[in-house]
């Protein structure tokens, strides 16, 4: 026997397990056959089938060839999986099996739902990109055929949901039936029956049947409405994941935060303006190490990332596209409370997440509006991620055609802004004329949008390289009212502090800002290592340096720090890379740009500058 794997990744199985080397195409037919009312075809409709995007004569072609190749894969078998004649093509079900078998199969309710769930939540041919659009139309047709008989295996179980471990089977398939059709209000509604009823109604203002989210109040103090009302429903809902917990000690309260997720995940269903990721699929992008690639594949908009310690659960709420955190809180868990709270943990989450995704809605609505400038300006983005000078201009090329797009659009001017004063940085020349083109793009930003902290945070950091400290510092500080847990404002706001020659605050405040964005960008240790090196911290600076993955901006307050502790040969080595990157770096000239408010600070750096060999 052999066995046909649709969902998942599309192959072929022995009865050993080993897989069987069979062509794309091959499994393709075999699964159209399999999934089919009949199990015989005739050729010109697998043909047109496998290739209708080519003439007939060459998708007829095209098939026989398939169907060597076949025969030669199947050749030193006692029974072949297919039977092939002039006009048709059989599949021989005697000799293959598949896992589309258990929509067919019988047994209890609760034991055909689980097993219908288990096998849905996986994906139908979920590794194959398909080749034709007649293809892309049968996987979508087998899919909507399969949400349909989950949704009715689950009505089926609804009369065994007091038996032991039955509301959760149930809960389970309904949440995923639920993020692939939020709209599905009966399935909705049973949701909530079994999870007791929504706390998100019980205390939302005006809550009632279709729970509403209360978004920011007006300047005019009108009364708040709730998100159906500030636009229109988009017709593809932004999707939010929670990931599960993490933790560095798997104990008990592990499990119980898990069980917490799950209960918020159940609680936020309630919203009609979001669609939940499942709990199965967020464990599966919780595991993958390429998180970011699943989340975007996924077109997912929101994570609530959380881990667990013993300081409690820690929670934020990132937005995906921006990877800006609107959010973040830490909640307390001691064995001791966690059981009786978890409840009412549950409610402070879910209210809390609810509120921040209608206050983000506006600006998400906004962005997806003009997708092309969108689509440009994270291009941009994603490529200051590194501060190399061909990265940095052609973000800027990035970011000049989001605004050929949409001249008004607002982050691309922060944008524009972070690209001169990155340049500035890094070319270390200081080029006043790139501080004031970044100046310009700044205030353009804010004037088009006062209430975002991004263009503050530009013109902050601005006003820092052009020497006005004190501008910097109440420019920066707005930004981090504006937007108290976006981490990169909070950074840029640390990174103002140890130039206005507040070392120890702005430790502290990019302590905070690593908090909340753990895999911290290598500008967030080079910030750290700078504040450390005015503490005269030494050894912590070049901690911070060494956690770098690309530590080119930093070799010259390693080398610094490094000779302040008499180390000669690491900072000899740092030197050298410094000089490597800008062999006409100059101590004095450098030392005449760079702003610090008191003159202690220049006269430290410059002592470990010239002990390292500038």
Same mark, same amino acid.
């Given at each position: 026997?052999?066995?046909?794997?649709?969902?998942?990744?599309?192959?072929?199985?022995?009865?050993?397990?080993?897989?069987?080397?069979?062509?794309?195409?091959?499994?393709?037919?075999?699964?159209?056959?399999?999934?089919?009312?009949?199990?015989?075809?005739?050729?010109?409709?697998?043909?047109?089938?496998?290739?209708?995007?080519?003439?007939?004569?060459?998708?007829?072609?095209?098939?026989?060839?398939?169907?060597?190749?076949?025969?030669?894969?199947?050749?030193?078998?006692?029974?072949?999986?297919?039977?092939?004649?002039?006009?048709?093509?059989?599949?021989?079900?005697?000799?293959?099996?598949?896992?589309?078998?258990?929509?067919?199969?019988?047994?209890?309710?609760?034991?055909?739902?689980?097993?219908?769930?288990?096998?849905?939540?996986?994906?139908?041919?979920?590794?194959?990109?398909?080749?034709?659009?007649?293809?892309?139309?049968?996987?979508?047709?087998?899919?909507?055929?399969?949400?349909?008989?989950?949704?009715?295996?689950?009505?089926?179980?609804?009369?065994?949901?007091?038996?032991?471990?039955?509301?959760?089977?149930?809960?389970?398939?309904?949440?995923?039936?639920?993020?692939?059709?939020?709209?599905?209000?009966?399935?909705?509604?049973?949701?909530?029956?079994?999870?007791?009823?929504?706390?998100?109604?019980?205390?939302?203002?005006?809550?009632?049947?279709?729970?509403?989210?209360?978004?920011?109040?007006?300047?005019?103090?009108?009364?708040?409405?709730?998100?159906?009302?500030?636009?229109?429903?988009?017709?593809?809902?932004?999707?939010?994941?929670?990931?599960?917990?993490?933790?560095?000690?798997?104990?008990?309260?592990?499990?119980?935060?898990?069980?917490?997720?799950?209960?918020?995940?159940?609680?936020?269903?309630?919203?009609?303006?979001?669609?939940?990721?499942?709990?199965?699929?967020?464990?599966?992008?919780?595991?993958?190490?390429?998180?970011?690639?699943?989340?975007?594949?996924?077109?997912?908009?929101?994570?609530?990332?959380?881990?667990?310690?013993?300081?409690?659960?820690?929670?934020?709420?990132?937005?995906?596209?921006?990877?800006?955190?609107?959010?973040?809180?830490?909640?307390?868990?001691?064995?001791?409370?966690?059981?009786?709270?978890?409840?009412?943990?549950?409610?402070?989450?879910?209210?809390?997440?609810? +509120?921040?995704?209608?206050?983000?809605?506006?600006?998400?609505?906004?962005?997806?509006? $003009? %997708?092309? *400038?969108?689509? @440009? &300006? =994270?291009?941009?983005?994603?490529?200051?991620?590194?501060?190399?000078?061909?990265?940095?201009?052609?973000?800027?090329?990035?970011?000049?055609?989001?605004?050929?797009?949409?001249?008004?659009?607002?982050?691309?001017?922060?944008?524009?802004?972070r690209t001169f004063t990155s340049e500035w940085l890094v070319t270390a020349q200081g080029n006043n004329e790139l501080l004031h083109l970044a100046e310009q793009n700044a205030l353009r930003a804010i004037e088009r949008d006062p209430a975002s902290a991004a263009g503050h945070r530009e013109l902050g950091v601005t006003k820092l390289y052009l020497g006005d400290v004190d501008a910097s510092v109440a420019a920066l500080h707005l930004a981090e009212e504006l937007s108290p847990h976006f981490a990169d404002v909070i950074y840029s706001h640390a990174d103002t502090l140890v130039h206005a020659? +507040?070392?120890?605050?702005?430790?502290?405040?990019?302590?905070?800002?690593?908090?909340? $964005? %753990?895999? *911290?960008?290598? @500008? &967030? =240790?080079?910030?750290?290592?700078?504040?450390?090196?005015?503490?005269?911290?030494?050894?912590?600076?070049?901690?911070?340096?060494?956690?770098?993955?690309?530590?080119?901006?930093?070799?010259?307050?390693?080398?610094?720090?490094?000779?302040?502790?008499?180390?000669?040969?690491?900072?000899?080595?740092?030197?050298?890379?410094?000089?490597?990157?800008?062999?006409?770096?100059?101590?004095?000239?450098?030392?005449?740009?760079?702003?610090?408010?008191?003159?202690?600070?220049?006269?430290?750096?410059?002592?470990?500058?010239?002990?390292?060999?500038?």
């Amino acid at each position: 026997m052999l066995h046909l794997q649709t969902f998942g990744d599309l192959r072929l199985i022995e009865t050993n397990g080993d897989p069987v080397r069979y062509p794309i195409k091959g499994l393709l037919m075999m699964a159209h056959l399999y999934a089919g009312a009949s199990q015989e075809l005739s050729r010109y409709e697998l043909a047109q089938f496998l290739w209708n995007d080519v003439e007939a004569d060459l998708a007829r072609l095209n098939l026989r060839k398939l169907l060597s190749r076949i025969r030669e894969t199947d050749g030193g078998r006692a029974e072949m999986p297919f039977d092939f004649t002039a006009t048709t093509v059989r599949l021989n079900t005697q000799v293959v099996s598949s896992d589309l078998d258990i929509f067919r199969a019988g047994g209890s309710p609760l034991e055909r739902l689980n097993a219908i769930a288990e096998l849905t939540q996986r994906g139908f041919i979920g590794n194959i990109k398909p080749a034709t659009k007649l293809i892309d139309a049968w996987i979508r047709a087998q899919r909507d055929a399969q949400a349909l008989q989950l949704r009715q295996a689950l009505l089926d179980a609804l009369p065994d949901a007091q038996k032991p471990g039955a509301a959760r089977t149930i809960s389970s398939a309904a949440l995923q039936i639920l993020e692939r059709d939020p709209k599905d209000e009966q399935v909705r509604a049973l949701l909530h029956r079994l999870s007791g009823g929504s706390s998100l109604n019980e205390r939302l203002p005006n809550g009632d049947d279709h729970a509403r989210v209360q978004v920011k109040r007006s300047e005019t103090g009108e009364t708040p409405a709730d998100i159906e009302r500030i636009s229109p429903m988009p017709l593809i809902l932004p999707r939010l994941v929670l990931l599960p917990p993490t933790s560095k000690h798997a104990d008990a309260g592990l499990a119980l935060a898990n069980a917490l997720i799950e209960d918020v995940t159940i609680e936020l269903c309630a919203l009609r303006n979001i669609s939940i990721v499942a709990p199965h699929t967020a464990g599966q992008i919780r595991r993958d190490s390429e998180k970011a690639a699943v989340v975007a594949r996924h077109s997912i908009a929101y994570l609530l990332d959380t881990k667990l310690s013993e300081e409690g659960l820690f929670a934020q709420l990132v937005y995906f596209p921006t990877d800006e955190i609107i959010w973040a809180n830490r909640f307390a868990m001691t064995p001791d409370i966690l059981p009786r709270q978890r409840r009412l943990i549950a409610q402070q989450l879910t209210m809390s997440v609810a +509120r921040e995704l209608a206050e983000n809605e506006e600006e998400r609505l906004r962005f997806e509006a $003009n %997708p092309e *400038a969108y689509h @440009a &300006y =994270l291009v941009g983005s994603s490529l200051m991620s590194k501060l190399t000078l061909p990265h940095i201009r052609r973000a800027r090329k990035a970011f000049k055609q989001s605004l050929s797009h949409k001249a008004d659009f607002s982050p691309s001017f922060t944008g524009l802004a972070r690209t001169f004063t990155s340049e500035w940085l890094v070319t270390a020349q200081g080029n006043n004329e790139l501080l004031h083109l970044a100046e310009q793009n700044a205030l353009r930003a804010i004037e088009r949008d006062p209430a975002s902290a991004a263009g503050h945070r530009e013109l902050g950091v601005t006003k820092l390289y052009l020497g006005d400290v004190d501008a910097s510092v109440a420019a920066l500080h707005l930004a981090e009212e504006l937007s108290p847990h976006f981490a990169d404002v909070i950074y840029s706001h640390a990174d103002t502090l140890v130039h206005a020659s +507040r070392p120890d605050d702005a430790l502290a405040k990019i302590k905070k800002a690593i908090l909340l $964005n %753990p895999i *911290a960008p290598d @500008a &967030y =240790l080079w910030c750290a290592a700078g504040a450390s090196f005015f503490l005269e911290q030494y050894e912590e600076a070049i901690a911070y340096v060494e956690a770098m993955k690309d530590k080119a901006p930093a070799h010259r307050i390693a080398a610094a720090s490094c000779a302040m502790i008499g180390d000669r040969k690491r900072a000899l080595f740092h030197r050298q890379r410094a000089e490597s990157i800008n062999p006409v770096f100059d101590v004095e000239k450098w030392l005449a740009i760079v702003p610090f408010k008191e003159h202690w600070q220049k006269e430290l750096y410059r002592e470990g500058l010239l002990k390292a060999g500038f």
